[in-house]
T-cell receptor, first 114, second 113 residues
């Protein structure tokens, strides 16, 4: 399967703990996005990479959130000192720059903060 | 501030009939629009898109209509099939190859056999 892969699929943690999610995009895609989706809402943009450069960050991305894409391939999203309000589905998507069209989404990583 | 709005959280349609899903946006600078379909426990998958230079785009059973003056787009599915039952999100971008997509809150479509 050459789609976007995310893991873990589900993470349950206690408030105050750190969590890290990983995203492996489609191999030839140079753009990678992180979105967050809460119940009853659509995906909300968090951040975007072109190759290894993080080019855009939403104001939703507080200082407790950090994302990296060290070699322009996979990406990690770390949330430090988790809060209950961080409970959500974290979606990763990838695309190819210069090509109009869609984002290819992974299945998401669901975070539950107790 | 929700720049893309889907005011109908749910829609039920008989199999074989037309499904019409609506979406409104507030930012007149949006120039590229997409529809995504999402099944439970899966990520959204791309369905169809339209550029602001067009007012209609068709792909098989799916047609998207864009009314720029009304800042409104709609997705028509005809004929509707039970496998079309899913949550549909519309999304908008500020440029044809834009970096950020703004999503609506989704409409849950149920096609009744």
């Amino acid at each position: 399967d050459t789609g976007v892969s995310q893991n873990p699929r589900h993470k349950i943690t206690k408030r105050g703990q750190n969590v890290t999610f990983r995203c492996d995009p489609i191999s030839e895609h140079n753009r990678l996005y992180w979105y967050r989706q809460t119940l009853g809402q659509g995906p909300e943009f968090l951040t975007y990479f072109q190759n290894e450069a993080q080019l855009e960050k939403s104001r939703l991305l507080s200082d407790r959130f950090s994302a990296e894409r060290p070699k322009g391939s996979f990406s990690t999203l770390e949330i430090q000192r988790t809060e209950q309000g961080d409970s959500a589905m974290y979606l990763c998507a990838s695309s190819l720059s210069g090509v109009t069209g869609e984002l290819f989404f992974g299945e998401g990583s669901r975070l539950t903060v107790l | 501030d929700q720049q893309v709005k889907q005011n109908s959280p749910s829609l039920s349609v008989q199999e074989g009939r037309i499904s019409i899903l609506n979406c409104d946006y507030t930012n007149s600078m949006f120039d590229y629009f997409l529809w995504y379909k999402k099944y439970p426990a899966e990520g959204p998958t791309f369905l169809i898109s339209i550029s602001s230079i067009k007012d209609k785009n068709e792909d098989g059973r799916f047609t998207v209509f864009l009314n720029k003056s009304a800042k409104h787009l709609s997705l028509h599915i005809v004929p509707s099939q039970p496998g079309d039952s899913a949550v549909y999100f519309c999304a908008a971008s500020l440029a044809l190859t834009g970096n950020q997509f703004y999503f609506g809150t989704g409409t849950s479509l149920t096609v009744i056999p």
